[in-house]
């Protein structure tokens, strides 16, 4: 009997499933494709009511978790994901932070810990498709580093996934939007985009169409809205939101099917 076409990806923090993924998610539900979210911390790390930051005084931890899994839940039903999984782990927040110090924060749990609870719902679900981050977390956040590693090594123990994706963000594709929003008016500021800022091109082997679900996305950073994570790209004009949100991009960093080198679906070569 055939299994169930399914994509698992695996996150650090409650709103970190929108930006690179909600795409994918919302697409593959709508395809009939089983979509699951492994969420790694519950986010107590983030900013508190009326944008208190961890430390300063009346940032509670744990009223933050409550309240970003509480955002979590109507975000997932904004992309119809079907399955949601909650490690639990303590946010360790940014790299640097006292919080990293804590012995629950998520950067602290041994990965073969970590990577055996994952790969126990890798063996629930039996995903084809494994998504997350690359070896720097995308921009070096502990807890997304610790995710990476805890998707390697699940991945490699279980043998089920046939392929693993890291999330991109195609340097040239950046650099061409940053123009295009300047030209257009946006402020950028002054600096110029680093030359070494997003993945570089020749390693990006995965370009999703995702443009029908990017209201899907709109809605769903909306549901964080606790986080000011993305409150710049919902300030942008509708036109150049929907521009940005139109495209997801992956790196293939596993497969063990048959596939092309450059893809346009992450089930390429899985579909009957």
């Given at each position: 009997?055939?299994?169930?076409?399914?994509?698992?990806?695996?996150?650090?923090?409650?709103?970190?499933?929108?930006?690179s993924?909600?795409?994918?998610?919302?697409?593959?539900?709508?395809e009939?494709?089983?979509?699951?979210?492994?969420?790694?911390?519950?986010?107590?790390?983030?900013?508190?009511?009326?944008?208190?930051?961890?430390?300063?005084q009346?940032?509670?931890?744990?009223?933050?978790?409550?309240?970003?899994?509480?955002?979590?839940?109507?975000?997932?039903?904004?992309l119809?994901?079907?399955h949601?999984?909650l490690?639990g782990?303590?946010?360790s927040?940014?790299?640097?932070?006292?919080?990293n110090?804590?012995?629950?924060?998520?950067?602290?749990?041994?990965?073969?810990?970590?990577?055996?609870?994952?790969?126990?719902l890798?063996?629930?679900?039996?995903?084809?498709?494994?998504?997350?981050?690359?070896?720097?977390?995308?921009?070096?956040?502990?807890?997304?580093?610790?995710?990476?590693?805890?998707?390697?090594?699940?991945?490699?123990?279980t043998?089920i996934?046939?392929?693993?994706?890291?999330?991109?963000?195609?340097?040239?594709?950046?650099?061409?939007?940053?123009?295009?929003?300047?030209?257009?008016?946006?402020?950028?500021?002054?600096?110029?985009?680093?030359?070494?800022?997003?993945?570089?091109?020749?390693?990006?082997?995965?370009?999703?169409?995702?443009?029908?679900?990017?209201?899907?996305?709109?809605?769903?950073?909306?549901?964080?809205?606790?986080?000011?994570?993305?409150?710049?790209?919902?300030?942008?004009?509708?036109?150049?939101?929907?521009?940005?949100?139109?495209?997801?991009?992956?790196?293939?960093?596993?497969?063990r099917?048959?596939?092309p080198?450059?893809?346009?679906?992450?089930?390429?070569?899985?579909?009957?």
């Amino acid at each position: 009997m055939a299994r169930e076409l399914t994509v698992m990806a695996v996150h650090a923090h409650p709103d970190d499933e929108v930006i690179s993924t909600g795409g994918i998610l919302a697409r593959y539900s709508r395809e009939g494709i089983r979509t699951v979210l492994v969420t790694c911390t519950n986010g107590e790390q983030g900013d508190g009511p009326g944008g208190v930051k961890p430390g300063e005084q009346g940032h509670d931890p744990e009223a933050v978790a409550e309240h970003r899994l509480a955002e979590l839940r109507e975000s997932v039903g904004h992309l119809g994901i079907a399955h949601v999984e909650l490690l639990g782990y303590r946010d360790s927040g940014m790299d640097g932070w006292e919080a990293n110090e804590h012995p629950d924060a998520f950067r602290n749990v041994p990965v073969e810990i970590a990577a055996a609870r994952l790969g126990e719902l890798m063996e629930r679900y039996r995903p084809q498709v494994v998504v997350t981050y690359d070896e720097n977390g995308g921009y070096g956040h502990p807890d997304h580093i610790q995710a990476h590693r805890i998707a390697v090594a699940a991945t490699e123990s279980t043998g089920i996934p046939d392929k693993l994706y890291y999330a991109a963000m195609p340097r040239a594709r950046m650099r061409e939007m940053f123009e295009y929003m300047r030209s257009v008016g946006v402020d950028m500021g002054d600096d110029e985009m680093p030359d070494d800022f997003g993945t570089p091109d020749e390693l990006v082997t995965t370009f999703v169409d995702v443009a029908p679900y990017a209201e899907n996305k709109i809605k769903a950073l909306q549901a964080h809205a606790s986080q000011e994570d993305g409150s710049f790209l919902l300030r942008l004009p509708d036109d150049i939101r929907q521009r940005v949100f139109s495209s997801e991009s992956f790196v293939r960093h596993f497969c063990r099917i048959s596939a092309p080198d450059r893809e346009d679906d992450l089930f390429a070569g899985l579909r009957a």
